[in-house]
């Protein structure tokens, strides 16, 4: 198991009015936002567990009371369609606009975080593998057409098609 933190925190520079504080003031430097989403992950990048804090919140209670709902995200995949179903599952009055962004770097922090395990694991493959690297085309850098993949990759190297461009 593994533990994925994403945390935001966000202050101004400014005092301003707030109905939520009990001088009526937000003074400059306390956080107006600061949320922290802690995933615990299987091997298999599935969602394990979910806790959801929140040290500040322009509403208080109001925004803090969605922080249990984020347990529906429990059985994802991280990278499989995760975007996607957290926006299902967490959108609009479902959840909290914020909270729900934090999710957004889960799957990089995760994939991150277990790409070790997962060159390892390529690496006891023997060099005729029929199994293409994961991480191929999965960034402008690791295009198969790049020249990272030419280097690193030879065997999965794909060129380019060039097309000439005929001015008019």
Not at 40 to 46: L, P, S
Not at 138 to 143: E, S, V
């Amino acid at each position: 198991m593994l533990d994925i933190e994403a945390e935001i925190m966000d202050t101004k520079a400014y005092d301003f009015p707030s109905k939520m504080s009990e001088s009526g003031v937000h003074e400059a430097g306390d956080p107006v936002h600061h949320m922290l989403m802690r995933v615990t992950i299987d091997k298999n990048y599935v969602i394990q567990d979910v806790v959801a804090t929140y040290g500040a919140a322009p509403y208080r209670n109001h925004c803090t009371g969605i922080a249990d709902a984020y347990r529906k995200l429990i059985g994802l995949s991280l990278v499989k369609g995760f975007k996607r179903s957290v926006r299902e599952i967490m959108s609009r009055t479902s959840g909290c606009t914020h909270m729900t962004e934090l999710t957004d770097i889960l799957p990089t922090v995760a994939i991150q975080s277990m790409v070790k395990e997962a060159r390892a694991k390529q690496d006891d493959e023997p060099e005729d593998s029929q199994q293409r690297p994961f991480q191929i085309d999965g960034c402008h850098a690791l295009r198969s057409s790049g020249e990272v993949v030419k280097m690193f990759y030879p065997k999965w190297y794909e060129a380019a098609e060039h097309t000439e461009v005929v001015p008019e």
